[in-house]
């Protein structure tokens, strides 16, 4: 049964398609693209989003996005929006090497070992699970000290959940606390 609800949703949903990409952009090459906008569009497929080889920022929130196999061939992407998708696995990700950004709040993701992928992203400083803003999160948000253990796991961050994560990610908090304690 789980396989036919697959292929039912494979043929429902918006593909990413070089028409679309090129109607969006005006850029006629995939290649010359460094920013896109694809917000709440019905995407369900990533399609051709590979060919844009030099993609910088890429915005697919609010769509109905599952898998990301994909954007494993951005190299160069360093913004990604994935909020209120259906995104369970962020595997392909890992090949995304120069991601700083990366907000998946309202997905599917339901343990932080989901995201042990996203450790040997270097440069990542700025994770996004929930939104309080948006009502948008994740099941894993449930978890008691979530934040906690995912500043453990990816010590570079700088900010989970757009706070700030105090400790070796932030050097202005340590800076800030200095002050306050001399004060």
Known sequence: EEEEEEEEDDGSGVRVTPALLKATTGEFSLESILLLRLRGRGIA??????????????????NAIAGLA??????????????????????PLRGCRSLRQLNLAGNRLRSLRQLRCLQG?????SLRLRDPLGNLGNPLCATPAYRAALAAMLPGLKAIDGQRVAG????????????????
Do not use: I, Q, T, Y
Not at 45 to 56: F, K, T, V, Y
Not at 121 to 125: I, Q, V
């Open 45 to 62: 497929h990533l399609g051709c989003l590979a060919d844009c080889s030099n993609l910088e920022w890429l915005d697919l929130s609010g």
């Open 121 to 125: 992203l270097r440069h990542l400083e």
């Open 168 to 183: 070796r990610g932030s050097e202005l908090f340590r800076l800030c606390r200095e002050l306050d304690a001399a004060l």
């Open 70 to 91: 994909p954007l494993a061939a951005l190299r160069a992407l360093a913004v990604l929006n994935l909020a209120g998708n259906r995104v369970a696995s962020v595997e």
